[in-house]
Structures are given as C-alpha cells and as structure tokens.
C-alpha cells in the first residue's frame, strides 16, 4: 500500500484527501512542463547564436 493509501485511510475523509492529492500531483507536473520548456528554450537560443554546449 502506498503513501496516499494510508493518508486516505488515515484522514477519514477519503475525498477530500484526495482531491489534495490530484491537486498537488498537477501542480508538481505544470511546474515539471514549465521547467522542461525552459530548458528547451534555453537549447533554442544557444543553437541559434552559435553557443551550443555538450552538456549530459
């Protein structure tokens, strides 16, 4: 069982818990695309003048 499982079973309220849990899951994955664009837009610029560096 996981994490969430126990914080539903624990909270008594197993909607509310996890309406919380969808909305910090969304949030985590809007911030994780945001910084991925970023990043890709970053690559773009260097491409673009010349500055492109290997990077792992």
């Known amino acids: 069982m ?3 499982a126990y914080l539903v079973a ?3 309220a197993p909607v ?3 309406v919380v ?8 994955d809007v911030r994780a695309h945001l910084h991925e664009h970023a990043r ?3 690559r773009t610029q260097q491409s673009e ?3 492109e ?4």
């Open 16 to 18: 509310a818990t996890l």
């Open 53 to 56: 560096e290997l990077s792992a």
């Open 49 to 51: 003048d010349g500055t």
């Open 40 to 42: 890709a837009e970053n």
């Open 2 to 4: 996981g994490i969430g």
């Open 10 to 12: 624990a909270s008594g």
């Open 21 to 28: 849990m969808v909305l910090v899951k969304s949030g985590l």
